[in-house]
């Protein structure tokens, strides 16, 4: 499939000569990065496509799972296609000075980089390798505000699985409907739930349900901290996702499979609740987990009347507790967790008091936001065996 | 280490499997008996009687080897239940002597008798007693040898075998030690003595006679081992413990040989699967969990691959273990290359820290109750009464081996 907009086979390959201002071809390059494959077997995946035409640049990049493209104003002298190792043109535009700098494209794929003094000719690759990409949807485009899925994906992506074997754990599971919008995501041992309702979906009928690996997800929200642009675009076929961020445009390949029944392992009766200070809790934590065992990272929570002790050890290191007051007047609980996955939580949630929710050593525990914010954030942990 | 005299005895069961079979079959005493299949098999000897020793043949040759060179030899299943339960008695027989026992394998032990006197009586009265008892006990013969260390007592008890006791006291190690071959030193292989020859050394005596910085220079670190270990010391790696100090096991492996090698998958999964359980019951048996399984991969050519996974968790069920070293083994495996060796190994044992996982913890529950009924039907039932379908068709007998290559002084064939 060609690219879309401007590449279209009018387009001669063999030849291209644009100025650029490098302020903006900076930018353009930073913001693709990401995208760049570092490690990769297949050459051109290194390359940025360059197409030029009209008045504009148009960059591509893409590692086969991800690609993005963006685009910037040049003034086009012959509009044509062309590639450029990615991360060596990003290092060298670095350290050129704030001027215009002229791209052409000579022989062989050899492309002229000129920039006042400065005169680099970098060897590329044929624009007919770079992999074709796939189309913008016309229909069905979902119009999601950008800080409420950079929110959601604060408050969710690090709960995302880094496993080959449980694949579809791979990605959040984002859920749409006409006046809300849900992510979830788990890797088993955890599960960031978050809701956001009161908004306007239009376009979406019923439920939209679409898996976003984890790479899109952290992708989107650095291209979202990149820019002011309030409004994403989200579409999606049969095998890619798509998120236009003003003249950015990502799109990734879907996750297929089955996400979990995750609405099976919501907690429903944990009746010992206390409430705390985040900050409170993730400083004793992270105080007493720097002596738990090192691989799993396993604190003990006893829960007493009018306290929250918290303790680690490790034959290595030795021994360390910590605690905290709380209005608690229940059966005592004493309860492991991998101190990792809680402060991981306290992060993504923010300051403000939490609320704990246990019901035994063996059950899943349920961390939350004590005051109801605008997201409606939930995360369940599952104990350790201690 | 203690800087006194330690008194260390090293307990080597004569012909343990061979004698072991005898109790069940005295048709067999005085006869060469080769133990761990039959003559027409693949797979290797686990031991030999001394008559059939005399024929050249010992533990670890194939066993057709076997039979060409003792064709009168009689051939026998191994049946390492039986040698494990002859073990057991055995080792209870050494722990009544000195609570710091160590078993390097099935049928050897150290113990470190220092300071029993009061008790036992000097050593070799002592050594009189315990040979008594382990044969009282056991209906099984015995070899003993005394020393200040474990390589002393090592090398005696080979030299006092069958059924004897020899003593080295201290101060006369090197001069005991002297007269013998370098390769009679436990931790000395084909390799290490290849390299001695070449320097013109033979017998340990020669060996006492480099200076420790030259044979640092020649041999590193293990040089400066070597030469401590031909003045009768306990030196390098695993020698230098104290008896008894790190008893724990720090890996748990099952392998098998195919009689004939194998290119079909269904039937190396399905001996993978039975590789895995038998690894899995060992594992619930000694009340461990493991977080690293190895994959071992022989070729018909004898190449051989070993692929290890570590898991975030440790786990001792038999479906988990598979899940890791099915993956490893089509991950690897050139495939439609025909097999000669699979084998399956646990390690990083580690505390049950176990993060509990809300998608796997009730399927996992299962398999833990499972699996704990599957064993308890083993106690009462044998080994093979129940097996995990997919394991079914991987059935093959379990051979045991008297001497593990792994272990010190255990490189070579055992000359007495």
């Known amino acids: ?386 | 280490m203690s800087t006194l005299p330690r008194t260390v005895f090293h307990v080597d069961m004569d012909a343990f499997f061979v004698s072991v079979e005898e109790l069940f079959d005295p048709s067999l005493k005085g006869k060469a008996v080769v133990v761990g299949g039959q003559r027409h098999e693949r797979g290797v000897v686990s031991a030999a009687s001394y008559e059939a020793r005399q024929f050249g043949v010992h533990s670890a040759m194939p066993l057709r080897t076997a039979a060409k060179l003792c064709p009168q030899a009689i051939f026998v299943d191994g049946h390492p239940d039986r040698y494990r339960a002859c073990s057991e008695k055995a080792h209870k027989v050494l722990t009544s002597f000195s609570p710091q026992v160590e078993m390097v394998s099935i049928d050897e032990a150290y113990l470190d008798m220092t300071g029993t006197e009061r008790l036992h009586g000097p050593p070799l009265l002592a050594a009189h007693k315990l040979h008594n008892r382990m044969k009282a006990e056991t209906d099984l013969n015995c070899s003993i040898g005394i020393g200040a260390s474990r390589l002393i007592a090592k090398v005696c008890s080979g030299k006092a075998k069958p059924n004897g006791v020899l003593y080295v006291i201290a101060g006369r190690e090197a001069r005991f030690l002297a007269p013998l071959d370098v390769r009679e030193i436990p931790g000395v292989g084909k390799v290490t003595e290849q390299k001695l020859h070449s320097l013109g050394i033979r017998k340990v005596g020669d060996l006492a006679k480099f200076d420790d910085a030259d044979l640092e220079h020649q041999f590193g670190k293990w040089g400066v081992a070597l030469a401590g270990k031909a003045r009768g010391e306990d030196a390098g790696a695993w020698f230098e413990g104290e008896i008894g100090a790190d008893e724990a096991a720090k890996s748990i492996s099952h392998e098998h040989t195919y009689d004939q090698d194998t290119a079909n998958v269904a039937q190396l999964e399905s001996t993978l699967m039975r590789l895995c359980e038998m690894v899995g019951r060992r594992l619930r048996e000694n009340q461990l969990h493991a977080r690293t399984f190895q994959l071992k991969l022989r070729y018909k050519d004898f190449t051989t691959i070993t692929r290890a996974h570590s898991l975030d968790a440790p786990t001792q069920l038999d479906n988990e273990i598979f899940q890791q070293i099915h993956r490893l083994f089509h991950l690897n495996w050139r495939k439609g290359s025909e097999v000669r060796l699979l084998g399956v190994q646990a390690s990083s044992f580690g505390e049950s820290f176990a993060q509990l996982d809300f998608l796997e913890d009730h399927a996992r529950g299962k398999w833990e109750h499972a699996l704990s009924a599957v064993d308890r039907l083993r106690d009462k039932f044998g080994e093979t009464s129940i097996t995990l379908a997919t394991g079914m068709k991987g059935g093959f007998r379990e051979r045991t081996h008297e001497n593990p290559a792994a272990l010190p002084g255990k490189s070579k064939p055992s000359p007495s």
């Open chain 1, 1 to 386: 499939m060609p690219v879309e907009a401007i590449a279209s086979s009018a387009i001669g390959t063999s030849t291209m000569e644009i100025t650029i201002s490098k302020f903006e071809l900076l930018r353009e390059l930073a913001a693709t990065q990401g995208v760049v494959e570092r490690k990769t077997t297949i050459p051109i995946l290194s390359n940025y496509l360059f197409e030029a035409g009209g008045d504009r640049l148009s960059l591509t990049a893409t590692d086969l799972d991800l690609s993005l493209r963006t685009s910037c104003n040049a003034k086009v002298k012959r509009e044509g296609a062309c590639t450029i190792p990615a991360r060596k043109l990003h290092d060298y535009v670095k350290l050129l000075p704030d001027a215009d700098i002229t791209i052409k494209l000579l022989e062989n794929h050899w492309v002229s980089i000129r920039c006042g003094r400065s005169n680099t000719k970098m060897v590329g690759m044929a624009r007919s390798n770079f992999p074709s990409l796939p189309v913008f949807p016309t229909a069905n485009v979902v119009k999601i505000p950008a800080q409420v899925l950079r929110g959601m994906i604060a408050r969710t992506s690090f709960a995302i699985a880094n496993e080959e074997s449980r694949y579809t754990l791979n990605g959040a599971l984002m859920v749409l409907k006409p006046e809300s919008i849900t992510m979830v995501a788990t890797d088993g041992h955890r599960l960031a739930h978050v809701e956001r309702s009161n908004e306007k979906f239009e376009g979406v009928s019923g439920e939209l349900k679409t898996l976003v690996p984890k790479k899109a997800m952290d992708e989107l929200r650095s291209l979202v901290d990149s820019t002011d642009v309030e409004t994403i675009e989200f579409a999606k076929d049969d095998s890619t996702l798509f998120f236009r961020i003003g003249q950015r445009l990502l799109t990734s390949r879907q996750l297929t499979g089955q996400f979990p029944n995750f609405e099976a392992v919501l907690p429903k009766d944990n009746t010992r609740i206390i409430s705390l200070h985040g900050e409170d809790l993730g400083a004793a934590i992270a105080r007493v987990a720097q002596f738990a065992d090192e691989r799993s990272r396993a604190v003990r929570l006893k829960l007493e009347k009018g306290e929250l002790k918290l303790s680690a050890s490790s034959t290595e290191t030795g021994e360390s507790e910590d605690s905290i007051e709380v209005d608690y007047n229940g059966e005592p609980l004493t309860v492991g967790f991998n101190a990792q996955y809680i402060i991981d939580f306290l992060k993504a949630a923010g300051a403000g008091d939490v609320r704990l929710e246990l019901k035994d050593s063996q059950s899943a525990g349920q961390l939350r936001p004590a005051e109801s914010e605008d997201y409606k954030y939930r995360y369940i942990v599952m104990p350790m065996r201690i």
